[in-house]
Each structure stands twice: as structure tokens, then as C-alpha cells.
């Protein structure tokens, strides 16, 4: 199977069973996306979702947040993880959204990646998701899911190598969708402990599969 049929029959099973194309992550603007996306680090976004309504009641826009102390800001998102940096990077953040760009989240990567807390990743979902960009944000779950299916080469050990390595196979007006149903696939099929398997309709192409299953055959 070449590499251009394995993204084709991938691609198509993950757009049939992951039709989602947004974050699930509750928003009601590009600053209140960006928010939420840099308090996502490695926390859940149904975490997230629960402190998030609040913190937009009190703070909606970057103006009203770069007013606010890293403490006060604490209080609100203590539950999530690492909240004393995520606190300080929400102040800073929206200070140089208010000072260096009228209030607006900008839209390229190299300004987003000027913002603090605001890295590659984060950067490119609020490309894909507020500036309909051929963005793809690479995280855990968009990682794993690729070096298991064989989207992507052994040498890819870097989610920037992932991500180069994908955009390269999948067409621009699918880049952005592509990066939602990788996520999805991984989140709740293709997990990083016990993969749903038996559920998944890429077993017959999924290298990690493949493996799995060859171990069974020598163990018996």
C-alpha cells in the first residue's frame, strides 16, 4: 500500500466516524478560545469547560483580563493543572494583546508564539479554528495516533516533525478537519492505554495493530 491510499483510507474512516470539526472546548470569542486552548496544557478540556464560565463572566476580553492579578486570576482556575503559570501567562498574554494589538488575538504563527504560554501547538489550533488557516496542532493524541496507524515515520520523534510529515500527505482544505478527527480517534477509540481495537475499522492497515497482533501469534 503506498503512503498517498493509506492517508486516503485513513482520512475517510476518521471523517466517517469523527465528523466533528471544532474544539470541544466552550468559547464565545477568539480571546475566550485562546484562553481556553492555553488553559488546556495538559488538563482536560472538560476541566477546562468548568472553570471557563466563570473566568469569561468576570474577564471577557483581553482588556478587562490584563487589568486582573495573576492571583485573582489563580482563584478562578486552581483546578486545572499547573494554574500559578497559567495565572501569570493569561495576565501577560492578554497585557500584550491590549498593548501590542488593539485587543485582537492576532493571526499568524509568529505573532501568537510571541504571546506567553502561547507555543507552536496552541498557535495552530487558533490559526485552524479562529482564521480558517491549513493549521494542524499536534498533541498527544494527534501523535500517538499517527506513529500507530504509520501515518508517520519512526524518525518523527518531535510533534513539529509529526506535523510536517502530515500536512505534506493531506490536502490543505482538509489540514485544519484533519487535526480534529486525529484528535477524537485518540481520544476516545484509539487511547493511550487499552486501545479500543475491536472497535476501530483501520485494524487492517494499522501498523500498531499489526505488531499487537503478530506478539499474539508468537505467544501462542
Not at 49 to 77: D, G
Not at 191 to 214: A, D, H, V
Request: glycine letters at 4%; hydrophobic letters at 35%.
Amino acid at each position: 500500500m503506498t503512503k498517498k491510499q493509506l492517508y486516503e483510507i485513513t482520512l475517510k474512516y476518521l471523517e466517517g466516524k469523527c465528523p466533528t470539526q471544532d474544539t470541544e472546548l466552550f468559547y464565545e470569542s477568539p480571546f475566550q478560545i485562546l484562553v481556553a486552548v492555553v488553559l488546556s496544557a495538559q488538563c482536560t478540556d472538560k476541566r477546562v469547560n468548568m472553570v471557563t464560565p466563570k473566568l469569561f463572566e468576570l474577564y471577557p476580553t483581553a482588556a478587562l483580563m490584563s487589568k486582573a492579578t495573576p492571583q485573582e486570576i489563580y482563584q478562578l482556575i486552581n483546578s486545572v493543572s499547573y494554574p500559578n503559570s497559567k495565572s501569570k501567562y493569561l495576565v501577560d498574554l492578554s497585557k500584550r494583546i491590549t498593548d501590542n494589538y488593539n485587543g485582537e488575538v492576532p493571526s499568524t504563527l509568529e505573532e501568537l508564539t510571541t504571546l506567553p504560554g502561547v507555543g507552536r501547538k496552541t498557535a495552530n489550533v487558533i490559526q485552524s479554528i479562529v482564521f480558517n488557516k491549513a493549521a494542524l496542532a499536534v498533541d498527544t493524541h494527534v501523535f500517538r495516533v499517527s506513529h500507530r496507524i504509520g501515518l508517520v515515520s519512526d524518525k518523527a520523534t518531535t510533534p513539529y516533525a509529526v506535523e510536517r510529515e502530515l500536512i505534506k500527505h493531506i490536502n490543505n482544505s482538509k489540514i485544519s478537519v484533519a487535526h480534529f478527527w486525529l484528535l477524537y480517534h485518540g481520544r476516545y477509540m484509539c487511547t493511550s492505554r487499552n486501545p479500543q481495537c475491536s472497535m476501530c475499522g483501520l485494524t487492517e492497515i494499522c501498523k500498531f495493530y499489526k505488531k499487537q497482533r503478530e506478539k499474539l501469534v508468537k505467544m501462542s
